[in-house]
């Protein structure tokens, strides 16, 4: 059974720096395009940062061009997602999810593709 564990969410100030991880198990992770979502109460869950297993490539959403960044530990099952610059309207939380598909990193992180599996989220809040 495929399970994907959010962590390293919390709180930080304006300005700020968090390294989410994605811990990924029963599936394998070669095989996938892995991304990063992230939703805000009353909107639709945005795609940020993906990442296409056949050659690393990655892409990332306007929003997060800059000052996100996605990559990955194979040996640890692990992607993760470095966030700089992190300002209030940041504030959501932060999905990882996978779909079944080595390079599609584009139309994942669009919405053109849905992932298969999602984890449960965290919870990031930038406040001062």
């Known amino acids: 059974q495929a399970q994907l564990v959010e962590s390293g969410g919390g709180l930080v100030q304006p300005g700020g720096s968090l390294r989410l991880s994605c811990t990924i198990s029963?599936?394998?992770?070669?095989?996938?395009?892995i991304g990063w979502f992230r939703q805000v109460p009353g909107k639709e869950r945005e795609g940020l940062s993906c990442l296409s297993s056949s050659d690393d490539s990655t892409y990332s959403v306007n929003r997060a061009k800059g000052r996100f960044t996605i990559s990955r530990d194979n040996a640890k099952n692990l992607v993760y997602l470095e966030m700089n610059s992190l300002q209030a309207e940041d504030t959501a939380v932060y999905y990882c999810g996978a779909v079944l598909n080595r390079e599609i990193a584009h139309e994942l992180c669009l919405g053109y593709v849905p992932p298969q599996y999602w984890g449960q989220g965290t919870q990031v809040t930038v406040s001062s």
């Open positions: 029963g599936l394998i992770l070669d095989h996938y395009t």
